[in-house]
């Protein structure tokens, strides 16, 4: 039995909420001095050449990331570096501060090994997020920011939003991800719609002089269709990659009796939804536009599903939650048996192999 599974129901007797912050502040100081952090690293780093993915301009030590939400403001990513992660997404950041829905607004489905959040872009805007990264330094592993508007915004004025955050964190990042799928923030507008990701994409491309690249996060509820058209215009616009998948709407075949709370719902019922939505884009594209698998990830078999189905990393938050801080060493370790298993020498030579 592990130290987190004693600590566990511990922390999930707390709001979830405040079990998160709780959590981040433990990390925030076991990260406070290189001692701390060299001891981190040494009990949760997992290390095999062959998990190296090289991708964006940027060499990934591991393709298990940390998934946006888990780290809105920056403010924990070096102990997420020594935790074992490959790479950490913050956000998703705004512009200038800003509350979010009203508090409760993170809920655990604990009979589904799940999470409904319905946060709605808090955090501590843009500034801060770079003050901090300016004053504590990036960690040594690819970051990803991951941006998005204010609640208020109109069409308009949340196209200026994306450019502004894109303008002031996009020299930290190795990618950055354009958040137009969230399910909890004020429907004022169609996000989605072919008009206003051509506008924003315009915008930043014009904004980007760094070449940073770029992706756009997806939902996992919209039809084929809907996922073929985005494609279109991420190919039309050069983009760099897409992140599959927010979280969902969708409440079927849930079992926790807390599921009938509104917002995106993540973790293990999003499985298989999310890696069918990967494959679908790895056929459509021919396997060239990478992707970035997120939506049920807990162990090596699931991330590995989906690098077989044609993700080049993947991210988690939820599984993160139930599983605790060996959560990355145990996925990655799982993957390296696995690639020797079905005789892979690395990651990369894995990603799409179901679709051959």
């Not at 992660?85 to 589904?112: H, M």
């Not at 988690?316 to 060996?326: A, H, I, M, Q, R």
């Amino acid at each position: 039995m592990t130290l987190y599974s004693r600590v566990r129901p511990l922390a999930f007797t707390l709001p979830a909420e405040t079990a998160h912050d709780l959590g981040k502040l433990t990390l925030r100081a076991a990260q406070s001095t290189r001692p701390m952090r060299t001891a981190l690293s040494y009990a949760y780093q997992y290390d095999d050449p062959a998990l190296e993915v090289d991708l964006f301009g940027a060499t990934f030590p591991n393709p298990v990331g940390v998934a946006a939400g888990f780290d809105k403001n920056a403010e924990v990513t070096h102990a997420l570096e020594a935790l074992g992660f490959g790479f950490v997404e913050i956000g998703t950041v705004t512009p200038y501060p800003q509350e979010g829905n009203d508090r409760p607004r993170l809920f655990r489905l604990r009979e589904d090994e799940a999470m409904v959040n319905r946060m709605g872009f808090n955090g501590q805007g843009m500034e801060r997020v770079k003050s901090r990264l300016e004053d504590d330094g990036t960690p040594n592993i690819p970051l990803g920011v991951n941006v998005g508007k204010m609640n208020a915004s109109t069409e308009r004025e949340a196209i200026e939003d994306y450019r502004r955050v894109f303008d002031r964190l996009s020299p930290f990042a190795d990618y950055v991800v354009v958040n137009v799928s969230c399910p909890n923030t004020p429907d004022e507008f169609d996000e989605g719609s072919p008009e206003h990701l051509r506008a924003i994409f315009e915008t930043l491309e014009a904004e980007n002089d760094r070449n940073v690249p770029i992706l756009v996060k997806i939902g996992p509820d919209s039809p084929d269709d809907s996922v073929f058209d985005l494609v279109d215009i991420v190919q039309e616009f050069g983009l760099d990659g897409i992140v599959a998948t927010n979280t969902s709407t969708s409440r079927e075949g849930l079992e926790s009796p807390r599921q009938d709370e509104w917002g995106g719902l993540s973790g293990k019922p999003l499985e298989n939804r999310s890696t069918d939505v990967i494959r679908t884009l790895a056929e459509y594209t021919d396997g060239e536009l990478p992707i970035i698998g997120v939506g049920g990830v807990d162990s090596a078999e699931s991330a590995y599903e989906k690098i077989r189905a044609g993700a080049s990393l993947v991210q988690l938050y939820t599984g993160f939650v139930y599983e605790g801080p060996s959560t990355a060493k145990r996925i990655n370790r799982g993957l390296s048996t696995l690639l020797e298993r079905d005789g892979f020498s690395s990651v990369e030579d894995a990603v799409g192999a179901d679709l051959e």
